[in-house]
């Protein structure tokens, strides 16, 4: 009876997502409805409480205070023309190239949505000049911003929540997304130039020129380098990899790889220092709120799925059945990220309710690279994510024509990137 209770509920859940319901709220109500049936009602505040405090809140805060510090300092903006103006002579390539220069701008910048907002104003335009819709702009920022690029980064928010919430070491789980992602995104913007490239007029209007400055560009990129060359064991970084009690994985590498980045960003713009303290700390206070409360309902959910019997049984269900497993990693993400416009709650769930009990023969290090790519992916084809309603608000179009007209490219992405991800192993 309790798991018909549990599916009831997961159904409603489900229901109240696709209806646009607030994401933690539904969250948190559901998985305290099944703690609450199980008999377990004092499980949710535990979880919360603990989930306030989890390892894994100091890298992801870091990180977004480091992405306040290069708004407020205009390097993010930097990167983006340094990004941004050789396309305007690309020609054919200029599609496929707009697509990457979102990816790699979420690569610096963690939020989709942020990246579109620092990327738009620029790449809507050039494309506009190019001859392109505003439909095709749009959903060319959107494909190259939402594909996840922040994935690249040891860092991540996702990987480090995944990793936090199973005990699977985040580098590892990095490891297996990189080669897939960097794939996939390639495909993606091939077919993204196949799909319209065709679909030039006339130009509109022209882009302004773009002045550069290469340090301020490069700082945004400061703090990814040093992870990534610290985990290919460049000497002198070892340092970075060093782990201390409370800390999550490479939690405590993250975190001084940012700080690095903040004070770097801080000595170009020395004399607003006062202020880029000010931005720093809202960066995270908002990283805590828009991110941090959604990993702490993801697991409040996860938490009910286990006490009322779920998440045992689609353990049984999956039993030995590999193909299964891979299935649900990337298609249970992508089916909620799709509901609720978010790909980090999907994920988190995920992982909660599955892979800190799956069977090691299933290799659970994949299937956590496979849940956070299918997360990106669902997040990407999802009329209501926030990167969506931003773009077409930005290109003035629909959301729903937007999705449609990026739907080809991203799923030939997604297809070539689970088909590397699982020939890699």
């Not at 159904?11 to 607030?22: D, H, K, S």
């Given at each position: 009876?309790?798991?018909?209770?549990g599916?009831?509920i997961?159904?409603?859940t489900i229901?109240?997502l696709?209806?646009?319901?607030?994401v933690?709220?539904?969250?948190?109500?559901?998985?305290?409805?099944?703690a609450?049936l199980?008999?377990?009602?004092?499980?949710?505040?535990?979880?919360?409480a603990r989930?306030?405090v989890?390892?894994?809140?100091?890298?992801?805060c870091?990180?977004?205070g480091?992405?306040?510090?290069l708004?407020?300092?205009?390097?993010?903006r930097?990167?983006?023309?340094?990004?941004t103006?050789?396309?305007?002579?690309?020609?054919?390539?200029?599609?496929?190239?707009s697509?990457?220069?979102?990816y790699?701008?979420?690569?610096a910048v963690?939020?989709?949505?942020?990246?579109?907002?620092?990327?738009g104003?620029?790449l809507?335009?050039?494309?506009r000049g190019?001859?392109f819709?505003?439909?095709?702009?749009?959903?060319?920022?959107?494909?190259?911003?939402s594909?996840?690029?922040?994935?690249?980064?040891?860092g991540a928010?996702?990987?480090?929540?995944?990793a936090?919430s199973?005990?699977?070491e985040?580098?590892t789980?990095?490891q297996?997304?990189?080669?897939?992602s960097?794939?996939?995104?390639?495909?993606?913007a091939?077919?993204?130039?196949?799909?319209?490239?065709?679909e030039?007029?006339a130009?509109?209007?022209?882009?302004?020129?773009?002045?550069?400055?290469?340090?301020?560009?490069?700082?945004?990129?400061?703090?990814?380098?040093?992870?990534?060359?610290a985990h290919a064991?460049t000497p002198?970084l070892?340092?970075l990899?060093?782990?201390s009690?409370?800390?999550?994985?490479g939690g405590?590498?993250?975190?001084t790889?940012?700080?690095i980045g903040?004070?770097?960003?801080?000595?170009l713009?020395?004399?607003?220092?006062?202020?880029?303290?000010?931005?720093?700390f809202?960066?995270?206070?908002?990283?805590?709120?828009?991110?941090?409360?959604?990993?702490i309902?993801?697991?409040?959910?996860?938490?009910g799925?286990k006490?009322?019997?779920?998440a045992?049984?689609?353990?049984?269900l999956?039993?030995?059945?590999?193909t299964?497993?891979?299935?649900?990693?990337?298609?249970?993400?992508?089916?909620?990220?799709?509901l609720?416009?978010?790909?980090?709650g999907?994920?988190?769930?995920f992982a909660?309710?599955?892979?800190?009990?799956?069977?090691?023969?299933?290799?659970?290090?994949?299937?956590a690279?496979l849940?956070c790519?299918?997360?990106?992916?669902?997040?990407?084809?999802?009329?209501?994510?926030?990167v969506?309603?931003?773009?077409s608000g930005?290109?003035?179009?629909?959301?729903l024509k937007?999705?449609?007209?990026?739907?080809?490219?991203?799923l030939?992405g997604?297809?070539?990137?689970?088909?590397?991800?699982l020939?890699r192993?």
């Amino acid at each position: 009876m309790s798991l018909l209770a549990g599916l009831a509920i997961v159904a409603g859940t489900i229901y109240l997502l696709a209806r646009r319901a607030e994401v933690r709220l539904v969250l948190l109500g559901s998985g305290f409805l099944m703690a609450a049936l199980a008999g377990q009602p004092l499980l949710i505040p535990d979880t919360f409480a603990r989930a306030m405090v989890a390892g894994v809140v100091a890298p992801i805060c870091t990180a977004m205070g480091f992405a306040a510090v290069l708004s407020a300092t205009g390097c993010d903006r930097h990167l983006v023309a340094a990004l941004t103006a050789p396309l305007s002579r690309a020609g054919a390539l200029l599609l496929p190239g707009s697509v990457l220069a979102a990816y790699l701008v979420n690569l610096a910048v963690p939020s989709q949505a942020s990246t579109a907002a620092a990327l738009g104003p620029v790449l809507l335009p050039l494309l506009r000049g190019a001859g392109f819709s505003p439909l095709v702009g749009a959903a060319t920022l959107v494909l190259g911003a939402s594909f996840g690029g922040d994935l690249l980064n040891p860092g991540a928010q996702d990987i480090q929540a995944v990793a936090g919430s199973t005990g699977l070491e985040a580098v590892t789980i990095h490891q297996r997304i990189l080669p897939a992602s960097l794939a996939g995104v390639v495909t993606a913007a091939l077919a993204m130039q196949l799909s319209h490239g065709h679909e030039r007029s006339a130009p509109a209007v022209h882009a302004e020129p773009l002045r550069l400055d290469p340090i301020r560009a490069f700082v945004p990129l400061l703090p990814v380098s040093l992870l990534l060359l610290a985990h290919a064991g460049t000497p002198g970084l070892s340092w970075l990899l060093t782990a201390s009690e409370g800390t999550v994985g490479g939690g405590l590498g993250v975190v001084t790889a940012m700080l690095i980045g903040v004070l770097a960003a801080a000595l170009l713009s020395w004399r607003e220092l006062r202020a880029l303290s000010k931005s720093f700390f809202e960066g995270m206070g908002h990283a805590y709120a828009s991110i941090i409360s959604l990993t702490i309902a993801a697991q409040c959910f996860g938490a009910g799925l286990k006490a009322i019997g779920l998440a045992q049984a689609l353990l049984e269900l999956v039993g030995d059945n590999r193909t299964l497993a891979v299935f649900l990693a990337f298609g249970f993400p992508w089916a909620l990220s799709f509901l609720s416009g978010s790909g980090s709650g999907p994920i988190l769930t995920f992982a909660q309710t599955f892979l800190g009990r799956i069977d090691p023969a299933h290799n659970p290090p994949l299937l956590a690279a496979l849940a956070c790519l299918g997360g990106a992916f669902g997040r990407t084809s999802s009329p209501v994510s926030a990167v969506v309603i931003y773009a077409s608000g930005l290109a003035e179009v629909e959301p729903l024509k937007l999705v449609r007209t990026l739907a080809v490219p991203l799923l030939a992405g997604a297809l070539v990137a689970l088909v590397t991800a699982l020939a890699r192993g």
